[in-house]
């Protein structure tokens, strides 16, 4: 069982930056796959950037690229999001999600553990 809080979020304008960080409970941190997903009111949850679990492989929506950094750090049990470039369309509430394997997972569908979100808002 893996518990997830997410914390980082809140306003900022058009071209900004935040931080999202992601701590995990348990001592098997290193064994779980990471992700960062995101969803804006009326839509559906989709994915942004995931992590595999030695942080040597990473993957982007194409919209986060150049833009975003995942990272993680497997001594402090978390997990970042670094957003630089902040756009209006950025705005969405941010969920972390584990689940265990060996690859950067980009499906909902694929994680089996989901923090309760932290709102990012993104004025112009």
């Known amino acids: 069982q893996v518990q997830l809080v997410e914390s980082g979020g809140g306003l900022v304008q058009a071209g900004g930056s935040l931080r999202l960080s992601c701590a995990a409970s348990?001592?098997?941190?290193?064994?779980?796959?990471m992700g960062w997903f995101r969803q804006a009111p009326g839509k559906e949850r989709e994915f942004v950037a995931a992590?595999?679990?030695?942080?040597?492989?990473?993957s982007y929506v194409d919209s986060a690229k150049g833009r975003f950094t995942i990272s993680r750090d497997n001594v402090k049990n978390t997990v970042y999001l670094q957003m630089n470039s902040l756009k209006p369309e950025d705005t969405a509430v941010y969920y972390c999600?584990?689940?265990?394997?060996?690859?950067?997972?980009?499906?909902?569908?694929?994680?089996?553990?989901w923090g309760q979100g932290t709102q990012v808002t993104v004025s112009s």
């Open positions: 999600a584990a689940r265990r394997g060996v690859r950067a997972y980009t499906e909902t569908n694929e994680y089996e553990y």
């Open positions: 348990g001592r098997t941190f290193r064994s779980y796959a």
């Open positions: 992590i595999n679990w030695s942080g040597g492989t990473t």
